[in-house]
């Protein structure tokens, strides 16, 4: 029975390996233009303005929230990574975070059959209750900006997990600042 679930498994990682790297070369193959279709997008360009959580991306831990699909749609964007990220007790989207906003509406317009699922979450302060609220409304500020670029509702749904689905793992200040964050998950592309 070992066995079984070992080479269950192993083909199971090779086969999202592959994936995983089909998908993060597709878009150089394809000839993709940045989301302001200007082509101007340079490599430098596509971190600015994400603040100093920058150093938290990329890195083994951060990041792994996003599934195949997601990670397609950021490296078409050329975002590394699909999240917007809140002050404590906040659910304002702080204008540091609007490209990652910016380029995930163009999407959505240029693609209509595309559906985003706004996760909202939360640190481990405050109650179950309040926190699930809290993740709510960040999930919703993100929904509203998103329409206000011209996304129709119905590409969107937002979600709360509340405090349920830690960034990484700790207790620590830099722990929660990564916990109190919307993931911008791609349920379906166009």
């Known amino acids: 029975m070992m066995n079984i679930k070992r080479t269950v498994m192993g083909f199971m990682l090779g086969v999202t390996s592959v994936g995983l790297v089909a998908c993060s070369n597709a878009h150089k193959s394809a ?20 603040g100093e959580m920058g150093q938290y991306r990329g890195d083994s831990m951060h990041g792994s929230w996003m599934d195949g699909m997601t990670r397609q749609v950021a ?14 007790d906040s659910s304002a989207v702080e204008e540091k975070y609007n490209y990652i906003v910016q380029v995930n509406a163009n999407y959505l317009k240029a693609h209509p059959s595309a559906h985003l699922r706004l996760e909202g979450n939360t640190d481990p302060k405050g109650s179950r209750e309040y926190n699930i609220g809290l993740g709510q409304r960040r999930a919703s500020s993100v929904e509203q900006r998103l329409m206000a670029l011209g996304v129709s509702s119905q590409q969107l749904t937002p979600v709360s997990y509340g405090e349920e689905r830690p960034a990484v793992p700790g207790d620590t200040e830099e722990a929660y600042a990564l916990d109190r964050r919307v993931n911008l998950v791609y349920t379906r592309i166009g």
């Open 31 to 50: 000839g993709l233009e940045d989301a302001y279709g200007d082509g101007s997008m340079a490599n430098g360009v596509q971190t600015a303005g994400l």
């Open 75 to 88: 490296n078409q964007l050329g975002v590394n990574d699909n999240t917007v990220y809140f002050a404590f």
